[in-house]
């Protein structure tokens, strides 16, 4: 989300390094959590404790360490938030023709799930070592651990990300035939530019979170959110999920044989639109997001 504007050199120097440290901040917590999605949540939530900080007076000698160190801890806050990693594992008017063309599902390689087998202490250490490239060092630093404790947690790690990653199965329960039903009258109405339509869907207590831009609440105010899409044609809506969760899927019109470029969750209440998380100022997201089409 959007730092809040001050006369803070240090705030000002956040908002301008946030758009290139943003992604790489999120891939960690994505990984953290084994969800793009909880991920971006946790994200958010240490861009607020480092604003907050700022704002209270905190120098900041080095960005990146620092932000890193918050992320750290605020996956760990939310993690010990579950029950259990054992928990957390279970929890234009005609229809386009091109959708044919388009991919049924992602490959992602590095699938997130494998990584909730490993402690808290563990999965950071493979992150930031084996993901973001971080030397022993280093990753030492950002959690506040001993180097041989980084290494031992790595060792120990690597390990056991090896053996969950042979047995994972990434795919996810499918949607319900009502869910489906829904999100493919929703991006039908989209692709038609039938805003008026969609509008008619939202409920009474409709949320939206335009992610890293706004949010919105109440059927009025929402509605105006598809003033900005209805001046738009660089995409097109398929229905589908993303981690098993109901969405559609924005692929790029002139080339839907790509992989969507980001996406839009929703969560519905007897046929109404309860809430929207739309992700198009989001798209890093999109990296290690698995999704399919339906």
């Known amino acids: 989300m959007p730092i809040e504007a001050h ?46 900080a700022i704002r ?15 992320a750290h801890n605020t996956a760990l806050n939310h993690h010990r938030s579950r029950k259990s990693d054992g928990a957390m594992k279970d929890d234009f008017r005609r229809q386009p023709q091109s959708f044919i063309e ?12 494998p990584y909730l087998r490993l402690t808290p202490k563990q999965r950071s250490t493979v992150i930031l070592r084996d993901v973001l ?7 030492a630093t950002l959690t506040e ?18 053996e969950e990653r042979a047995e994972d199965d990434t795919r996810h329960e499918p949607l319900s035939p009502q ?25 009474a207590e409709v949320r ?9 609440t109440g059927r009025e105010r929402v509605g105006g959110y598809y003033k900005n899409y209805s001046k738009q044609t660089d995409w097109l809506m398929a229905p589908g999920s993303v981690e098993g969760r109901p969405a559609i899927l924005a692929f790029d019109r002139d080339d839907p044989g790509g992989p969507p470029s980001y996406f839009v969750l929703l969560t519905f209440d007897e046929g109404a639109v ?17 999704w399919e089409r339906d």
């Not at 007076?57 to 080095?62: K, N, S």
């Not at 599902?105 to 699938?111: F, I, T, W």
């Not at 999100?183 to 939202?202: C, G, I, S, T, W």
């Not at 939206?208 to 919105?216: A, G, N, Q, T």
Request: aromatic content about 6%.
């Open 133 to 139: 490239g971080y030397s022993a060092a280093e990753v």
């Open 274 to 290: 309860l809430t929207i998380r739309d992700f198009r100022y989001a798209r890093y997201v999109m990296t290690d997001a698995t």
């Open 208 to 216: 939206l979170e335009l992610v890293d831009r706004d949010r919105r």
């Open 7 to 52: 006369d803070d050199n240090s705030l000002a120097g956040l908002e301008t390094a946030l758009p290139a440290l943003r992604p790489e901040l999120h891939r960690y917590c994505a990984r953290m959590t084994g969800s793009v999605i909880d991920g971006e949540d946790v994200l958010q939530d240490t861009l607020l404790a480092a604003s907050r």
């Open 179 to 203: 869910e489906k039903e829904r999100l493919a009258v929703y991006a039908a109405h989209f692709n038609a530019h039938d805003f008026d339509r969609l509008r008619e869907m939202l409920s």
């Open 102 to 113: 388009m991919p049924t599902r992602s490959d992602v390689a590095d699938a997130l799930r």
């Open 145 to 162: 651990s001993s180097v041989d404790s980084v290494k031992s947690a790595l060792h120990r790690g690597r390990s056991l990300l090896k």
């Open 56 to 70: 209270q007076g905190t120098v900041v000698d080095d960005l990146r360490p620092w932000l890193f160190r918050i």
